[in-house]
């Protein structure tokens, strides 16, 4: 099996890291919390606390390396996860549409997700493409979807 | 109607109590109240046109909805005891993509039921007029006990019968024990009859049950579509169009499985309703021997004569210990430490790891999965073992998944992506399974696929 090519925009790490710090601070924060309150002991927030550091740093890492995706001749081929390994191919003609999605987080970092859809619903999901990229592959694919799609 | 008159004489009870002003603006709502399915009555029309259904109504908001006949997944004649009352059918169209019911013609008399059913699924049938119908499945007296008392739900009852038990006094049970004892009888004989006589009340329950829903079971081939008529109180009509249909499930619980029987259902796309009825509505074959019931599934999805579970390739040996070591380490750790805790009487802690080794033993012996011409077959399930025939030109994706442990182990899954429904082809070995991956991939895109019907 060889791996798709393709990566992720680098923003989308940034953004993975930006998402795990503030939910990182926001554990330390409550076990420094149940310190204070006397419900846990002193050491446990710096367990918690390097704990975050190590999973949020490295996660969204491990992830953002793993993620890999192709346009290859009659179908797309992604490939993801760091520690539940996934590969997924998705023939031309099973795709019924394609959709980019923006959410709030995705916008302040000028990234898209690009989302496909087949008979048996959502089949594939593209997160942190460049906007640029995720319309240019939004189009590439609805140009060749659904050829013999119900 | 009925919902109206139920309305108006719910509001007079208050309209007597009430003077003034008031009675009046009760008076109108009322009145209001009544006339709303009147109004709606009237004002709902729905007519076949131009390859469309076109249904219009509403009584203060306006809808008109058009629906392409090429779109239509399915139409169910339903027929509930208030609709056998007035002696009217209702008809549900389902549609591809959609969530649920998109239509319904909620009153229609029965030839005019059949009529428009007809009409809307006329696009897709080929066969003339009055032929005969060849009958794929019945079932008779015989099978319906046989699937009343060997089915799941006799587990479900059972489980209930279980907590009901809890309702009766505490001592209600030793005092009937000890009044019993008295007359003679050992307590193993006792155990044992009260054992025998729970498993017999919820036997008795279930098949009440089994024979309210699937009285007079019958399934018949009508051209391109498969027809089930089955119930006793509410008579049910569904219509499975053949192309429709993504995958063929083989279901054996373990009890059925020692008397070589199995059910049958299928996969339909498009076709969403409450969970239930959904269920319902796939059973092909609520109970038949295992062999005619595989030569049933693969003459539904054309697979070839030799795909049946008899020669699956089985999971390799990592497999197995990939599920024995875990569930080992767990229960025989607990045990240790129950034994230097509790000493020798800690080590019955020991029986269970023997059962979950054997429970370890069936997951692993119920898995495989076996490729044939542009069909997969793939077998997992102890207490349910489910044979799913997927054909390759359903799958919408196609995915290779490896969870930590399996990654330790060497293996990996490989899931087809199916409308309602992901086969797993579970625990292969992982050099297989991405070899199987590739040549499954190749085969998805490279072959001609069969038009389906647009």
Not at chain 2, 305 to 330: C, D, I, Y
Request: glycine share 10%.
């Amino acid at each position: 099996v060889r791996e798709p090519t393709k990566r992720l925009d680098g923003r989308v790490l940034v953004m993975w890291w930006a998402i795990a710090g503030a939910v990182g601070v926001a554990a330390t924060a409550a076990a420094v919390g149940a310190v204070v309150a006397d419900l846990v002991p002193t050491l446990v927030p710096y367990a918690v606390g390097a704990g975050a550091v190590v999973v949020g740093v490295g996660g969204p890492l491990l992830r953002y390396r793993r993620w890999r995706y192709e346009i290859r001749e009659r179908d797309l081929f992604l490939s993801r996860g760091g520690v539940f390994v996934t590969r997924t191919l998705i023939p031309f003609d099973r795709i019924q549409f394609v959709e980019t999605r923006e959410g709030p987080l995705d916008h302040a970092f000028g990234l898209q997700q690009l989302v496909v859809y087949t008979a048996a619903g959502r089949a594939g999901l593209i997160p942190g493409l460049a906007a640029r990229e995720a319309e240019l592959v939004r189009e590439e694919l609805s140009a060749v979807a659904g050829v013999n799609a119900v | 109607m009925v919902e109206g008159v139920t309305r108006l004489g719910l509001g007079l009870i208050p309209l007597l109590a009430i003077e003034g002003r008031g009675r009046l603006v009760l008076l109108a709502l009322l009145v209001g109240g009544l006339l709303t399915p009147v109004l709606r009555w009237l004002r709902f029309t729905y007519r076949v046109e131009g390859g469309t259904l076109v249904t219009a109504g509403g009584v203060l908001a306006r809808r008109r909805r058009v629906i392409p006949l090429a779109r239509i997944q399915s139409v169910d004649l339903v027929q509930k005891l208030r609709h056998r009352i007035f002696g009217v059918v209702e008809l549900r169209i389902e549609v591809a993509g959609g969530s649920g019911t998109e239509a319904a013609l909620v009153a229609l008399a029965p030839e005019e039921a059949e009529e428009v059913r007809g009409l809307l699924l006329a696009a897709e049938s080929d066969a003339p007029p009055g032929t005969e119908h060849p009958v794929l499945a019945r079932m008779e007296g015989r099978d319906l006990v046989l699937a009343g008392v060997t089915g799941g739900r006799v587990a479900v009852v059972a489980v209930l019968l279980g907590y009901a038990q809890d309702l009766i006094a505490d001592d209600a049970l030793p005092s009937l024990l000890g009044r019993v004892q008295s007359l003679g009888l050992s307590a193993v004989v006792l155990v044992l009859a009260l054992v025998g006589a729970f498993l017999l009340v919820a036997a008795a329950i279930s098949l009440a049950a089994t024979v309210l829903v699937l009285w007079d079971f019958t399934l018949e081939h009508h051209g391109d579509r498969l027809v089930i008529t089955r119930g006793l109180l509410e008579r049910r009509r569904s219509f499975v169009p053949l192309h429709r249909i993504q995958a063929v499930h083989l279901n054996e619980n373990l009890l059925r499985r020692a008397l070589g029987l199995g059910s049958l259902s299928v996969t339909v796309a498009g076709y969403a309703g409450p969970r239930e009825e959904q269920q319902e509505t796939s059973t092909l074959l609520p109970i038949g021997r295992r062999h005619e019931a595989l030569s049933l599934a693969r003459s539904i999805i054309r697979a070839p004569e030799g795909l049946g579970s008899e020669r699956l390739e089985p999971a390799p040996r990592a497999a197995l210990w990939r599920r024995v070591v875990p569930s080992v380490l767990v229960c025989g750790g607990a045990a240790i430490a129950a034994g230097i805790v509790w000493g020798s009487r800690g080590t019955l802690l020991l029986a269970p790891v023997a059962l979950a080794g054997v429970a370890a033993l069936a997951a692993w012996r119920s898995l495989g999965h076996r490729i044939e011409g542009r069909h997969v077959l793939v077998r997992s399930g102890v207490l349910v073992r489910k044979t799913t025939f997927v054909p390759l030109d359903n799958v919408g994706d196609l995915s290779l998944k490896a969870s930590p442990v399996q990654l330790l182990f060497g293996l990996a899954t490989l899931v087809f992506g199916l409308p309602k429904n992901k086969p797993r082809a579970i625990d292969l070995d992982r050099e297989l399974a991405e070899q199987r991956f590739d040549r499954l991939g190749d085969a998805l895109i490279r072959s001609p696929i069969p038009a389906k019907a647009k």
